[in-house]
């Protein structure tokens, strides 16, 4: 079975501060990636996901992540955070074994941007 | 906006009752499936459906069961509640099919279980 680590569970930063949020996952097949976002009182949005093809993805907000197989991780940065992205973050990979889309997510990065 | 709707939004329930949630799935999406989110947690998979049959469950007890019915919509039943099971019940749904797959999923039902 798979899972996901994610090490960092409060984050805070300035505005204008670099951002980059660790997500490691285990599974020694096909997977595909994904960040998503949690803003307070809302529902999760989808950031950006990785199914194939350039390690690199760009998502919405500025925000991007970069999937290394021989790591066997996904972190997600941000050049630079803005208060608005004060939410919490969660890493999901979901296993291609056979058609289902199962999502294991990690205990999710709860970021806060200070003025 | 995903356009998966869940309802109802919020709901208080007593210890030992039972509960129905539902959902409508996105427009042309045939897989559904139900994640229990408790306080300060990521969410964690109960099961999915794939043409309304049972296709993958995770670590919950057989007193969580669902439905889904021909127009993708599904149901997520819990009987005999416990106050562990208050949490943020969310509905997910994608397109199954080869290679990768997004998932889209609702805004919950809050559920607290007194």
């Known amino acids: 079975a798979q899972s996901v680590s994610q090490h960092n569970h409060h984050v805070i930063l300035s505005e204008a501060a670099s951002l980059e949020l660790g997500c490691n996952y285990s599974?020694?097949?096909?997977?595909?990636l994904f960040w998503y976002v949690q803003y307070p009182g809302q529902h999760l949005q989808l950031l950006l996901k990785?199914?194939?093809?350039?390690?690199l993805v760009k998502g919405i907000k500025g925000f991007e992540a970069e999937f290394i197989k021989s790591k066997f991780s996904f972190n997600l940065r941000k050049p630079s955070v803005q208060w608005s992205d004060t939410a919490e973050y969660f890493c999901?990979?979901?296993?291609?074994?056979?058609?289902?889309?199962?999502?294991?997510f990690g205990t999710g990065t709860q970021l806060k941007v200070e003025l | 906006e995903t356009g998966v709707t869940q309802s109802p939004t919020h709901l208080i329930k007593t210890r030992g009752q039972q509960v129905t949630l539902r959902c409508s799935s996105q427009?042309?999406?045939?897989?559904v499936s139900w994640y229990q989110q408790a306080l300060g947690q990521g969410p964690q998979f109960i099961f999915q459906?794939?043409?309304?049959?049972?296709?993958g469950r995770g670590n919950f007890p057989p007193r969580f069961s669902g439905l889904q019915f021909p127009n993708y919509s599904s149901e997520l039943n819990v009987n005999a509640l416990e106050l562990d099971d208050s949490a943020l019940y969310l509905c997910?749904?994608?397109?199954?099919?080869?290679?990768?797959?997004?998932?889209?999923f609702g805004e919950g039902s809050w559920l607290t279980v007194v």
């Open positions: 459906y794939y043409r309304e049959e049972e296709n």
């Open positions: 599974y020694g097949g096909t997977v595909n």
């Open positions: 990785y199914f194939s093809g350039d390690p």
């Open positions: 997910a749904s994608s397109l199954r099919g080869a290679g990768g797959n997004t998932i889209y």
């Open positions: 427009s042309g999406h045939n897989t």
């Open positions: 999901a990979v979901n296993a291609i074994t056979g058609g289902g889309n199962k999502l294991t």
